[in-house]
Nanobody, 115 residues
Framework: QVQLTESGGGWVQAGGSLRLSCAPS????????MGWYRQVVGNERELVAVIYFDGSTKYADSVTGRFTISRNKLRDTVYLQMNNLRTEDTAVYYC?????????WGQGSQVTVSS
């Protein structure tokens, strides 16, 4: 089993930046996808960004141009650089790894963006 540990969440003013990190407890031979999701109270968890095994990426329309997902293949870590943050970006952010038929989730990181 793989445990995912997140870091980098916090509070920023609108227009500021944060960088989230997600580190696994152990490396995997192949990670099919590494993604970031976010969820606010009362809403369903939504995909923010994902990077696939081949390096291709996908972003939610709401973050395109502001967020960048990247990875360190040696360490199997995934990052989410968040720039020009808006109040509507406030949420709990979760990293997710898809490995074969299994999915693993980080503990969640609170990101709060104030006006």
């Amino acid at each position: 089993q793989v445990q995912l540990t997140e870091s980098g969440g916090g509070w920023v003013q609108a227009g500021g930046s944060l960088r989230l990190s997600c580190a696994p407890s152990r490396n995997a031979f192949r990670i099919d996808a590494m993604g970031w999701y976010r969820q606010v109270v009362g809403n369903e968890r939504e995909l923010v960004a994902v990077i696939y095994f081949d390096g291709s990426t996908k972003y939610a329309d709401s973050v395109t141009g502001r967020f960048t997902i990247s990875r360190n293949k040696l360490r199997d870590t995934v990052y989410l650089q968040m720039n020009n943050l808006r109040t509507e970006d406030t949420a709990v952010y979760y990293c997710n790894y898809k490995i074969r038929s299994s999915e693993f989730w980080g503990q969640g990181s609170q990101v709060t963006v104030s006006s």
